[in-house]
């Protein structure tokens, strides 16, 4: 039986949206609560992927900032390791197992430090190596096995490309020699061809190293590509997961469905398909169970109510323009020699045709 590095046991996380106390009690308003991550459970085995799909909001990023402990969690238990968390990132040695790369690779880097400095930081925090000569030669090897040269450790972040500032994040996110890394949307911020440069050099990575990442991102094909196994979250829960390829060929829950008819699809051209009606609810206030509606096709919605929908309005048939209806009886004669003008050689029978025309229409012939 393998491993299991990350456990998670029904964690939740709230968060106190409310307004300050004065403001509540002027106004007489309750405490307001939003749950980001609501019973999450999942268990992540050495050396494999789980990755985490859904929509902005529905906890992803919450989960990812629980796992590595920067969130604690308002109910459940985390276990890193089959320790809890609290208690294995007061030790150093099974802290420095796990690290994070975020999804800004710019914003996660000091603008004033060289990459040199960047990439020993762990190493120095976790006393790894002593002597600076161990140290250089450790960063010019981390540099080296993301793709990067030794030298390029004298340069400041902002001297290289978006794709290089990542390749920083990720050889900083080695330098503690971690087991576990949490990858919150790591190419989100990238171009597409840059995007499979680093996640072919996280798959190499994983391979040679035995790494377990928890994949965080919102692009179902790089998903597809990244995970072992598949998490698909839904206003703070995982409504399913399982195994990632088995997820993408036989989806079960609604939502997982929908996400995978949103794919563009050269087969599906020429071919209609039924748009997706409704919204998400607000995750401030969520439906009682959670399950996903099913939105109603377009010709099943119900009609709004004539008598009292505000915007109602009798609907007319065949409506002429404003001038038109105006002109009422010669509005449409007007209407019928205009359409026989545009004939070939048509003339009229007689001058005093267009005297029986109202004065808007004779000004247009």
């Not at 990439?119 to 080296?144: H, M, S």
């Not at 409504?239 to 563009?264: K, Q, S």
Request: net charge positive; hydrophobic share 35%.
């Amino acid at each position: 039986m393998a491993e299991t590095v990350l456990e998670a046991a029904n964690v939740t996380r709230d968060f106190d949206i409310s307004r300050p106390l004065l403001q509540r009690v002027l106004s007489g308003l309750p405490r307001q609560t939003l749950r980001a991550v609501d019973d999450v459970s999942f268990a992540i085995e050495r050396g494999t992927t789980l990755s985490l799909v859904g929509e902005s909001g529905c906890g992803k990023s919450t989960i990812a900032r629980l796992a590595v402990g920067l969130y604690r969690p308002s109910t459940g238990d985390i276990r890193f390791e089959g320790q809890p968390l609290s208690a294995a990132r007061a030790q150093a040695s099974l802290r420095r197992k796990m690290n994070m790369i975020f999804q800004d690779p710019y914003a996660s880097l000091n603008p004033r430090w060289r990459v040199r400095d960047i990439v020993a930081e762990p190493i120095r925090a976790f006393n790894i190596l002593t002597t600076q000569k161990d140290i250089t030669d450790r960063v010019g090897q981390l540099l080296t096995g993301v793709g990067l040269a030794p030298a390029d450790g004298e340069k400041f972040p902002h001297e290289f490309s978006g794709g290089q500032r990542q390749r920083i994040s990720i050889a900083r996110a080695l330098s503690s020699e971690p087991d576990f890394l949490v990858c919150d949307e790591p190419t989100s911020a990238l171009d597409v061809s840059v995007q499979a440069q680093i996640l072919n050099l996280m798959r190499d990575l994983q391979q040679r190293l035995g790494l377990t990442y928890l994949f965080i991102s919102h692009n179902l094909a790089v998903v597809r590509h990244m995970s072992d196994r598949l998490g698909v979250m839904y206003l703070g829960r995982i409504v399913e997961l399982g195994h990632g390829e088995t997820l993408f060929r036989a989806a079960r829950h609604p939502y997982m469905r929908l996400l995978l008819e949103a794919i563009p699809d050269l087969a599906m051209v020429g071919k209609s398909r039924t748009p997706v009606g409704g919204e998400v609810p607000s995750p401030i206030n969520p439906p009682p169970r959670l399950p996903l509606p099913p939105p109603l096709p377009p010709r099943q919605r119900p009609l709004p109510n004539r008598k009292t929908h505000p915007h109602h309005h009798r609907p007319h048939r065949n409506r002429l323009p404003r001038h038109q209806r105006r002109a009422g009886v010669e509005g449409k004669q007007a209407l019928l020699f205009l359409e026989k003008k545009k004939q070939k050689n048509f003339t009229p029978a007689a001058r005093s045709t267009p005297d029986l025309l109202p004065r808007h229409c004779k000004e247009s012939l």
